[in-house]
């Protein structure tokens, strides 16, 4: 049977899926593969804003940027500016994701048993989830003011000097890392609290008659019954952190100075903020943000397939 035979045989066969999927496949090609595309086209060029097609009033400049190969991408990874900031990515991402799994297991942990208030506790740690992050980004902003902030008022009534929340690298890094993980604790919470209930009773109830203590039956019942939902929660989060625009740029904007930036945010300033603004640059950026995490991806799923957790 040739090739042309077995799409027509499959099409004819599951025309109704292709025909609900076809929608779906066209935006995602539009919103996400084009500009990928795009993206990746002008990270081999000498792109910038002095030299791509533009229009000024009734006067039409056609593009005059270059193909240049491999230059950003030799440029990008020589510089130690990336490095930089690839560190403290890095850091920044395994802190807030590690911190938010902890926390949100030991919620789910507290809320997977019986006790009163149970659903109302429930919805007030869903809350944050709820909330748009650029409100809750802003909102922390203000806590986080030095001079009139709730958490400097309150430290004054104990006769604690203001802390520079945001005037510190250091505090700084700490304060983008707890909004994070405010922000980032009931997704966990949701996705454990979904695992544990999925674990058969029975097993508890065996392990505890033949005498096993709490600690025995987390580590022999609990962590081997939330390994697949662990796997796939924290590849979530480390992306989703790892790409965490809103958090930092909202916040800090990368600052003071630069102690906060992180790769994605160093993309855009690139080509949405630095005069001239640098698109080629800006692009070779993204591309390598790209490969970093899907080569993260890659191997978290080769280590889960190898303990058995194909997914």
Known sequence: MTLAQRVRRTFGTHWYAWTMVAPVVLVIGVIIGYPLVRGLFLSFTDANEANVERTIGVNHIPATYEFT??????????????WDRLGWTVLWTVSCVAATFLIGLALANLLNRTLRGRTFYRLALILPWAIPAFISVFTWRMLYNEKNGILNKLLSGGGIDA???????????LSVIAV???LGVPFMLVALLGGLQSIPGELYEAAEMDGAGPWQRFRNITVPGLRAVSG???????????????????????GPGDAT????????RLS???????????????VLILVLLSLVAAGYRRSLRKQGEVW
Request: net charge negative; hydrophobic share 50%; proline share 5%.
């Open 232 to 254: 796939t929660v924290i590849l979530l989060s480390t992306i989703w952190t790892f790409n965490m625009f809103p958090v930092i740029f909202l916040l800090t904007r990368g």
């Open 180 to 182: 994070n993980v405010w």
């Open 261 to 268: 930036e992180i790769l994605v945010t160093y993309a855009y």
């Open 163 to 173: 802390v520079p929340w945001l005037n510190d690298p250091t505090w700084a890094k």
């Open 272 to 286: 949405f903020v630095d005069s001239p603004r640098d698109f080629s640059r800006s692009a070779a950026w993204g």
């Open 69 to 82: 190969g491999l230059d950003n991408y030799r440029a990008v990874l020589s510089d130690g500016l990336f």
